[in-house]
């Protein structure tokens, strides 16, 4: 059994992610942004993931960066409605 130090803690498109990234790195959290679509395209092959990001964090600020993930998309799902 594999075990990581981090956890996905985002899935999705690449402009929330972006949101979500900057305010982890505010607070101080310095996430991994995985984009398999980037990368396979880098490489030569087609993707069928385009704009679509993970983002990671340490273990140790799973908790924090749940709650900013929350936040993000509240905000966002908020200002979608206005």
């Given amino acids: 059994m594999s075990t990581s130090e981090y956890t996905k803690v ?3 498109n ?3 992610a972006i949101r979500i990234k900057d305010e982890l790195e505010r607070i ?3 996430p991994i942004i995985k984009d398999e679509g ?3 395209r880098l490489a030569g092959y087609g993707s069928m993931s385009q704009g679509i990001q993970e983002i990671y964090v340490h ?3 799973l908790k924090k960066a749940l ?3 929350a936040q993000v998309k509240s ?3 908020a200002s979608s409605e206005s």
């Fill in 38 to 40: 980037e990368s396979q």
């Fill in 28 to 30: 101080g959290i310095v």
């Fill in 10 to 12: 985002y899935y999705g």
């Fill in 75 to 77: 905000d966002m799902e």
């Fill in 67 to 69: 709650e900013i993930v």
């Fill in 59 to 61: 273990n140790d600020e």
């Fill in 14 to 16: 690449f402009i929330l």
